[in-house]
């Protein structure tokens, strides 16, 4: 939350020529809903399993970015599905930086709490993002077409990652 995977991954699709989708606002469009609804109704349990579900139907209709939401890499069958379908990259900002994106954005989340809860899942879901193919660090200017271009580096030194 807050890494800027849906503005790295408009810049990575462009660099590509891939379609970007955005998983949370498939998410909403499919079940008419928003997020933060879909939580309050259904638990984090439940909103996973929506998350899953929609992820499963976009897994393997071709090569696209899809932006997945800050805990989707934190559940088991998600995972499993991401590692069997593409590349995942872990975009790593430290958490101060996080923390001053999330608290600038209008954006309303969820699992947002003060900042010692938030650092507290910040470091619980750092350590399975760890996981991920490819791991970016994101710095303070975090220009989004500069992060893309390391993707696409990494990503072409390393072609055994596709």
Not at 16 to 29: S, Y
Not at 65 to 76: A, L, Y
Not at 103 to 130: F, G, I, M, N, Q
Request: net charge positive.
């Amino acid at each position: 939350m807050g890494a800027g995977k849906s503005t790295v991954g408009r810049a990575l699709a462009r660099r590509l020529q891939w379609p970007f989708v955005d998983l949370d606002q498939e998410i909403e469009r499919k079940y008419r809903v928003t997020i933060p609804r879909i939580f309050s109704e259904h638990g984090e349990a439940g909103f996973r399993q929506r998350e899953h579900e929609v992820l499963a139907g976009l897994a393997f209709v071709g090569r696209a970015v899809i932006s997945t939401g800050g805990g989707t890499f934190t559940f088991e069958p998600s995972r499993r599905l991401i590692a069997r379908a593409g590349v995942s990259v872990f975009l790593d900002p430290d958490f101060d930086l996080l923390w001053q994106r999330l608290v600038r954005s209008p954006k309303e989340r969820p699992l947002l709490a003060d900042r010692t809860a938030t650092e507290r899942l910040w470091k619980a879901r750092r350590e399975v993002y760890l996981e991920a193919n490819l791991r970016i660090d994101v710095g303070a200017d975090g220009d989004p077409d500069a992060v893309a271009a390391a993707i696409v580096q990494r990503l072409t030194e390393d072609p055994c990652v596709i």
